[in-house]
């Protein structure tokens, strides 16, 4: 019983090894700017400013398809008011 015990977290070690492995492939290769370095850095600081500032990008990325998106609806409906 005390062997399968550690073969299971001998296991879920190997997993997580493999996992973070990709993960840092992944973020080595991707074309999202900035995601390497988040995932790469070896700087907890390094971390947290690159991740703040994905964030950021990502929220303005948001608002510009929210602002885009509702400038094209109120277009098609003032074409659509005027064709009728």
Same mark, same amino acid.
Do not use: C, P
């Given at each position: ?8 977290? @001998? ?19 991707? =074309?999202? /700017?900035?995601? /390497?370095?988040?995932?790469?850095? $070896? ?5 947290? $400013?690159? !991740? $703040? ?8 990325? !948001? ?6 998106? =509702?400038? $094209?609806?109120? /277009?098609?409906?003032?074409?659509? !008011? @005027?064709?009728?």
């Amino acid at each position: 019983m005390e062997t399968s015990g550690r073969e299971s977290q @001998t296991n879920e070690d190997e997993d997580r090894t493999q996992q973070s492995t990709l993960m840092n492939e992944f973020a080595g290769y991707t =074309t999202l /700017h900035g995601f /390497h370095f988040i995932l790469g850095s $070896v700087s907890l600081i390094r971390r947290i $400013v690159w !991740a $703040v500032l994905l964030l950021i990008g990502m929220g303005i990325l !948001a608002i510009q398809f929210f602002n885009g998106y =509702t400038k $094209v609806t109120e /277009h098609d409906d003032s074409q659509g !008011a @005027t064709a009728r």
